[in-house]
Each structure stands twice: as C-alpha cells, then as structure tokens.
C-alpha cells in the first residue's frame, strides 16, 4: 500500500469528530425516547443500543453509565427547547408581543414534545439531582431569564408593563400553565367530563393562558 493510499484510508481528524457527532447524537436521541418510555429506573442500555442500532460497549465509551446518559439526555433536552427559543426573535418583539409569544410558543412546544414533559417528571422523581451536578443545565437556561428580564424591561420603560415583575416568576409561570394542563390531562378530562385535549380545549387553554399572563404584567 503506498503512501498516499493510506492516507486516503485513514479518516481525517474531521471526519472522525463528525462521525463520533453523529453516534453520540444517535445515542441521545435512542436514550432519549427509553427515558421518555420508561423512566429513569425502568431505562435498560440494552435497549438503547438496540433503538441506537449500535454496540453497547460504543455507549459506555461516550456515557460512563446510564445516570450520566441521563444526565446529557436532560442537559440535550434543555439545549433544544432554549436554541428553539432563540429563534423567535423575541427582542425584536414590542414587549407584550414577545411575551405573548413566548407563551405561545411553551404551550406548542410542549404538546409537540410529549417526551420533554415525561423527563422532567422523571428529574423529579429522582429529586432533580442530575440537574443540580450539571453546570451545562444552568448555563443553558440562564440566558433565557436574561433575555425575559430584557423583555421586561422595555415594557417597563415604555409603559407597557408594570414594574417589580420577577423574570424567573414569571417563567415558572408561563412553563407550569402549560406544564400541569398537559401532564395532568388525564386525570383532568376524567374528572370534568371534557376531553381537555381536543382542539377547542387546546385553543381554549391558550387563550387563558395569554390572558393570566398578559393580564399580571400589563400596566393597569
């Protein structure tokens, strides 16, 4: 073989990060929709690999076990939902807009990813310890309470909004409106007699949702 053949062979240094990009996130993805099906404790790696369709020992070479698969399965799941937001443009929003929208957005979000709302519970269930070791989690989740705090505070200077409005507070708000509507449907439709999921109940709650939230920050 000469020289230029094994070189041809070899995989770039680029190469070789893109495709270890690709497994990781394939692995991701696969422990993703496990954790989502079957909770933290009743999760098997055998069955990652199987949905990955890739050699378990190939997980254990990027995720140490499987609480720190879960643990970059939380951290990915918060990097989506935030560059997903990033992508509203909300700064360049009139205020009330941007915040109108933004509540929109977590509601559609939510019942678009099922999944995401399944892992959080999960989190809890283990008490969120995961989370509270992962620097990645705060990090990604800080610019959004800036960028809300921003929000603010142009509606604020503009007359919009009231002032002494807490941006953590309000996001809490606007997520657990959304957040208990969608993980407690259930037992909500049961004991109402309504399907709170059809697309009347579903426009309904929005509604409400933007009138809670536009009607607590909005100057009087």
């Not at 070899?10 to 099906?37: G, K, V």
């Not at 909770?39 to 997980?59: T, V």
């Not at 809300?148 to 997520?175: C, N």
Request: net charge neutral; with cysteine; charged share 30%.
């Amino acid at each position: 073989m000469t020289r230029s053949t094994t070189r041809e062979a070899t995989p770039a240094p680029e190469e070789r990060l893109r495709d270890a990009d690709r497994s990781q996130n394939t692995i991701l993805a696969a422990a993703r929709d496990e954790f989502a099906e079957y909770g933290l404790g009743g999760a098997r790696m055998d069955r990652i690999a199987e949905r990955a369709a890739l050699n378990k020992r190939l997980i254990y070479y990027y995720f140490e076990d499987k609480e720190t698969l879960f643990q970059a399965v939380l951290e990915q799941s918060y990097r989506d939902i935030r560059e997903a937001e990033q992508q509203l443009n909300l700064l360049e929003l009139a205020p009330a807009d941007a915040l109108r929208r933004l509540v929109e957005f977590t509601w559609a979000y939510y019942l678009e990813h099922p999944e995401f709302l399944t892992l959080l519970n999960s989190a809890n269930l283990h008490k969120a310890r995961h989370l509270q070791e992962s620097r990645k989690a705060r990090e990604l989740n800080s610019p959004l309470i800036e960028m809300l705090a921003g929000i603010l505070e142009r509606g604020r200077r503009d007359g919009t909004f009231r002032g002494g409005v807490d941006p953590m507070q309000l996001y809490i708000s606007i997520a657990g409106l959304s957040y208990f509507y969608l993980s407690n449907n259930h037992t909500l439709s049961a004991i109402f007699g309504r399907d709170l999921l059809s697309a009347k109940a579903r426009q309904e709650r929005l509604t409400h949702m933007c009138d809670v939230i536009l009607g607590y920050v909005l100057r009087n």
